[in-house]
DNA sequence: TGCACATATAAGCATATACTTATATTATGA
DNA sequence: TCATAATATAAGTATATGCTTATATGTGCA
């Protein structure tokens, strides 16, 4: 496998994006299915707001994608990423979030949508 | 090997310290090496505070050891903290800093330190 | 067309960050 | 003991960050 080697600056950058709890958690989240904002809402209890501009900074950097479906935007791990290997790399060495999401599901808040 | 899973919360604080260029590259410098606070200030071509200002951060989240010989201060990476795993797996996949050390090296400005 | 829901954006604000300059601390060596 | 070198710390400042509340935008549906 060939090995690339991801600037330094680009990754700093990444970096301190993943600095952040919240979106740490976020990454996490996405990382294995994609997740629309109020299912962030709800699993990080934080305002609506303030989970938006969080992924507007993930999404500026071009660490996720982001996809509307009806009236839900769905947000997605972006493995395309020139700094993707670092944060693949970080992802596998923090406890998964996927309970959180299987919690949600439970809880019957989990979006299901196929429009 | 045991695979060990980081906090989310010390990994984003780590993670923090990492997303800054000028932090960033003095881990990649001691990596392989241990330096003092004169090399950096050389290498990164900053302020003698504003290093000495990055070294506290690191050294006060215990991501690097430091050592006093004689007049001057040597700073180390500390593999044992909890979050090196992660600091380790960034570090291979920038650039190495090495060449930058060697340049030092050449224009007789490294320390070399036997008390 | 109009209302409700999901989301984004704007503006304001408190705190954090990364420098600067000035000064203190510690060690060396004449 | 004094001057110098290496480093740390303090104080000041401009900018960045992450929230809040308020409002705008876009979609679905009666």
New interface residues.
């Given amino acids: 496998m060939e090995k690339?080697?991801?600037?330094?600056?680009q990754?700093?950058?990444?970096?301190?994006?993943?600095?952040?709890?919240t979106r740490?958690?976020i990454l996490?989240l996405v990382k294995d299915s994609e997740c629309c904002v109020c299912e962030f809402v709800e699993v990080l209890q934080m305002s609506q707001p303030s989970i938006s501009q969080h992924l507007r900074k993930l999404r500026d950097a071009g660490l996720v994608k982001e996809q509307r479906r009806g009236q839900w935007i769905f947000y997605s791990l972006n493995r395309e990423h020139a700094t993707y290997?670092?944060i693949q790399?970080?992802l596998e060495?923090?406890?998964d979030q996927k309970e959180k999401l299987t919690a949600l599901e439970k809880a019957g808040l989990r979006i299901q949508c196929d429009s």
């Fill in positions: 690339t080697i991801i600037e330094l600056e990754a700093a950058q990444t970096l301190k994006l993943l600095g952040d709890k740490l958690t996490g290997p670092i790399q970080v060495q923090i406890p």
